[in-house]
């Protein structure tokens, strides 16, 4: 997995990409991390369409199993639109994250001091490809740690979809702490 070039596209630390719309709101969605770490979501939660969703709060949620990550909200933002073929089709973030994957269009105060870090072109690449190097290595730590894994080698290989499937809820929140916890100011 590596990052793509998308010259338009911004990322938060948090591991979401937006893309500025002709409208002046901008369309939101998972770079390739989360979905590479959960495989397909068995469901989406998504917020309605006008609501605000403060910095931190629950943005969306993806459900695997009776595992659930919790993606949370980089700014103050309001729902434009949420992407509900995702609710029928949650695969779609695995395949196509940074196009029919987007999550929703948002209105957001781009001059607020959250996007202070947000990424861009070559600087974003070499940030994600560091990101999945960071993911496997919190994967090789997590699997020699759980007893319900066999210890496995970590041979530097490209990561398995799904890997969700082989933690408990406890591993998932610490993933979500260590990979999608949003910088306060």
């Known amino acids: 997995m590596t990052a793509p070039v998308l010259p338009d596209y911004q990322f938060t630390p948090g ?4 893309d500025r719309l002709a409208t002046g ?3 939101i969605g998972l770079d390739e991390l989360i979905p590479k770490f959960m495989g397909s979501p068995d ?9 605000l969703v403060r ?6 949620i993806f459900s695997k199993g009776n595992k659930d990550i919790f993606l949370r909200a980089p700014a103050d933002m309001r729902i434009c639109k949420a992407n509900r073929s995702l609710k029928h089709q949650p695969d779609t973030i695995n395949q196509d994250p940074y196009h029919k994957g987007w999550l929703y269009h948002v209105s957001v105060d781009k001059n607020g001091p959250e996007f202070n870090e947000l990424l861009t072109g070559q ?4 940030w994600l490809n560091q990101e999945v190097q960071r993911l496997k290595e ?3 730590e997590k699997l020699n740690t759980t007893a319900a894994v066999p210890n496995t080698a970590y041979d530097g290989g ?3 979809d799904g890997l969700i499937d082989r933690f408990d809820q406890a591993t998932v929140s610490d993933f979500e702490q260590r990979f999608l916890s ?4």
């Open 182 to 185: 949003q910088p306060t100011n």
């Open 55 to 60: 910095i931190g709060e629950p943005l969306a």
């Open 15 to 18: 591991h979401l990409w937006l």
């Open 158 to 160: 490209m990561l398995v």
């Open 123 to 126: 600087k974003a690449k070499l």
């Open 25 to 27: 709101n901008f369309r």
């Open 138 to 140: 919190f994967i090789v």
């Open 43 to 51: 469901r989406i939660h998504l917020v309605d369409d006008g609501e």
